[in-house]
């Protein structure tokens, strides 16, 4: 771990220790050392740049959800100390409701729900993310359909004009990490079911994944077997059947006491013009930011985790309908 603090054993230990001292030990101000002055953090939401503004949406958080933790299931990641490592960081985090926010007011409501965030890192410090919360759990967990939720948030936020615009290749900022990952096999094979899956082949479910697989998918949806699975990949690309499907970024990893496993960010990017679960075709360009985690055992994929943000959708839809 050359160029990081030796109190970190590896880079997994460094990304799950950092994030429970940001946020669970309430060092928030440790976001100066940890994080890059101008770092850029790109969520479907939206696009932040520079450590001020993290550090202040940090405190907003930690102020409507006081207790929240903040549990790493999974670090997958690629990269050399000496060049710059890429964190894929599969967390599950607990909360209750209990101050006033983006949320809206109050309500006491306890939350479970993933994030995946995509971390570059170099010298101790990172410079680059991609973050995908689970939205569509947390809105749902507080008495909110993520399209309700998304008008809402475009009125509270100003209306259409003044409103946080979602993350698009329109507004990205440029970063430092320029990398796609690596070439492991495992890496490899995930990209290559999700592609055939993207290209309609959904004979690859059957043949790639194992009947008993688990599968974990936003809005908090556990499903066993092929069927959620099929429903899952099948609903997402009947909404948008011509949008363009990219992988940015793959990594695949062999580690001791672990599975096999991978990690894959990817886009859909194009029209709204089919019948899914965005519901009647509406032609709006939408652009989906998905992250990916899977594990492999000796009758194929046995656990699938997968999230993008259902509200940031509908926010995209909803501003080109003029329906807010």
């Not at 790109?42 to 958080?61: L, W």
């Not at 990398?179 to 492991?184: F, I, L, P, V």
């Not at 092929?226 to 429903?231: K, Q, Y």
């Not at 609903?235 to 990893?253: D, V």
Request: charged share 25%; with cysteine; glycine share 10%.
């Amino acid at each position: 771990m050359k160029g990081f603090d030796s109190k970190f054993k590896d880079f997994p230990d460094y990304i799950i220790g950092i994030t429970k001292e940001i946020w669970e030990d309430r060092g928030i101000a440790t976001l100066h050392d940890y994080y890059a002055p101008d770092i850029v953090v790109r969520s479907p939401a939206s696009v932040v740049v520079g450590n001020q503004d993290v550090i202040g949406a940090t405190m907003a958080t930690l102020a409507e959800f006081p207790d929240r933790t903040l549990l790493g299931e999974d670090v997958i990641w690629s990269g050399t100390p000496e060049e710059g490592m890429l964190s894929s960081h599969r967390l599950f985090s607990t909360a209750t409701h209990l101050g006033d926010g983006v949320y809206g007011k109050a309500t006491g409501n306890k939350l479970a729900y993933r994030i995946i965030a995509d971390c570059h890192a170099i010298n101790n410090q990172i410079n680059d993310e991609w973050l995908i919360r689970d939205q569509g759990a947390i809105v749902r967990q507080m008495g909110w359909e993520p399209k309700d939720y998304a008008s809402d948030l475009i009125a509270r936020e100003g209306g259409p004009e003044r409103c946080v615009k979602p993350f698009t290749p329109a507004n990205d900022k440029p970063g430092p990490y320029k990398g796609n990952g690596n070439d492991n096999e495992w890496g490899q094979k995930y990209a290559d079911i999700l592609t055939r899956i993207m290209n309609a082949d959904m004979t690859a479910i059957e043949s790639e994944y194992d009947r008993a697989v688990q599968s974990e998918y936003p809005g908090g949806a556990t499903g066993h077997s092929w069927g959620p699975v099929d429903r899952f990949w099948m609903g997402l690309r009947a909404s948008f059947p011509n949008a363009t499907f990219t992988i940015h970024h793959q990594i695949g990893r062999d580690d001791p006491l672990m599975p096999p496993r991978a990690a894959l960010r990817w886009t859909l990017h194009g029209k709204h013009d089919g019948w899914g679960v965005f519901g009647v075709p509406t032609g709006a360009e939408v652009y989906v930011l998905g992250a990916s985690h899977a594990e492999f055992g000796p009758w194929g994929l046995r656990r699938e985790f997968t999230l993008f943000d259902e509200t940031a959708i509908w926010k995209q839809i909803l501003l080109q309908t003029g329906e807010v």
